[in-house]
């Protein structure tokens, strides 16, 4: 996170949706309290501070919180608040547009802002829809998807339900707690996880970095997943 540039805070600004939160706990938060026993100086410590809080608010995040060693930094869901990153000889800035801002398979972390596509207009933290319902309803980004659309995921959905029933007469464990963890290893939209998600089970959904990267739509569900090369 205090590398030089901040590159770290500028890949969570990459995954992180327009009004999502992030929290840190720890140096250099609080550190007028706590500076001594980090083996370092409060000049030093207040200096990281400063510079953290200068390096969040240009990249358009705003401090929600702060409570003890806890603070909490909230994203902009305001647009118009990236076109600063536009001046010259400003830092962070914006990312060519030419950059695939969803990938991330063995793809070297920027040195710039991914500001979000001006044409979703749904998938701020406040817009998508809320658990459980977010489950089954198609995701914003599913657009950006090549062959997305509503219907491909309802009949992605439905698909699953299917499955599911086949393979619980096939495995009859599957669904109690005798197995509590599976990696679906080529998910698509997460529709595994979906179907199963009222039995007692952890589902790692795992998007082939061979194919469409459908990462988002899974993240958008509310589920977890990750990429490989299998």
């Known amino acids: 996170m205090f ?9 969570i ?3 992180l949706r327009p009004g999502g939160f992030w929290v840190l706990s720890g140096p250099p938060v609080n550190y ?9 100086t409060i000049e030093e410590q207040k200096s990281d501070y400063e510079n953290l809080q200068k390096l969040l608010t240009s990249m358009c995040f705003r401090l929600y919180n702060k409570k003890g060693d806890i603070a909490v930094w909230q994203k902009t869901s305001n647009s118009s608040c990236y076109s600063k990153l536009s001046k010259p000889n400003m830092y962070p800035s914006k990312c060519d547009d030419s950059l695939e801002p969803n990938s991330a398979w063995y793809t070297p972390l920027r040195p710039c802002v991914v ?15 809320k658990w459980p319902e977010r489950l089954h309803v198609p995701p914003e980004r599913l657009s950006e998807i090549f062959g997305g659309s ?3 995921f309802k009949h992605d ?5 299917i499955r599911a029933k086949h393979y619980k007469k096939l495995l009859p464990a599957l669904g109690t707690n005798k197995i509590r963890n599976v990696m679906d290893m080529n998910t698509v939209y997460g529709g595994f996880a979906a179907a199963v998600i009222e039995d007692p089970i952890w589902v790692m959904n795992v998007v082939s970095s061979y194919g469409a990267n459908t990462l988002s739509v899974v993240y958008d569900r509310g589920l977890i997943g990750t990429y490989h090369d299998w």
């Open 13 to 15: 600004n990459r995954i």
């Open 32 to 40: 007028q309290r706590r500076w001594r026993g980090w083996n370092t």
């Open 157 to 161: 959905d439905s698909k699953w339900m």
């Open 3 to 11: 590398l030089p540039g901040g590159i770290y805070l500028l890949e």
């Open 115 to 129: 500001v979000p596509s001006p044409k979703l207009k749904n998938s701020a933290l406040k817009s998508i829809a």
């Open 150 to 152: 509503a219907s491909t």
